[in-house]
């Protein structure tokens, strides 16, 4: 039963990042843009990977990136929808489904986030959060 659960969220990870077309980039990238900070903010206990999360945001806004930028959109517009497979608001479960669909986001875009956004992401994490 294991291996049919694992194949099922395999799947529905999968057509999570699924970049679709470009006026739903665009949508998502509206999204993220309004939501990001403020979730980030509410995560930062739970992810354990938070500097890559910036990182990977700064790749996705970053236009010279065409590559990564559907999948990661994809993968942060699932990180700040209030309502997901299991809500964020649950204690140590809730980001657990948004920090899968980020590893897998990230697996499938390997080396595309650059050494210039982790430096974004490092000056920004020193400073406070942006709203």
Request: aromatic fraction near 8%; charged fraction near 25%; charge should be negative.
């Amino acid at each position: 039963m294991t291996d049919g659960t694992n194949k099922m969220d395999d799947i529905k990870i999968g057509e999570i990042l699924l970049p679709g077309e470009e006026s739903e980039q665009e949508a998502k990238a509206r999204k993220v843009q309004r939501r990001f900070w403020p979730t980030l903010k509410r995560a930062m206990r739970q992810v354990p990977f938070s500097r890559d999360v910036v990182a990977a945001y700064y790749c996705a806004m970053d236009p010279s990136d065409a590559a990564a930028h559907g999948i990661l959109l994809s993968a942060l517009a699932y990180f700040v929808m209030p309502f997901d497979l299991i809500p964020d608001v649950l204690a140590m479960v809730g980001f657990s489904d948004d920090i899968a669909v980020l590893t897998a986001a990230f697996a499938a875009i390997s080396g595309q986030i650059k050494e210039k956004h982790y430096i974004k992401a490092d000056e920004t994490l020193q400073d406070k959060l942006p709203d």
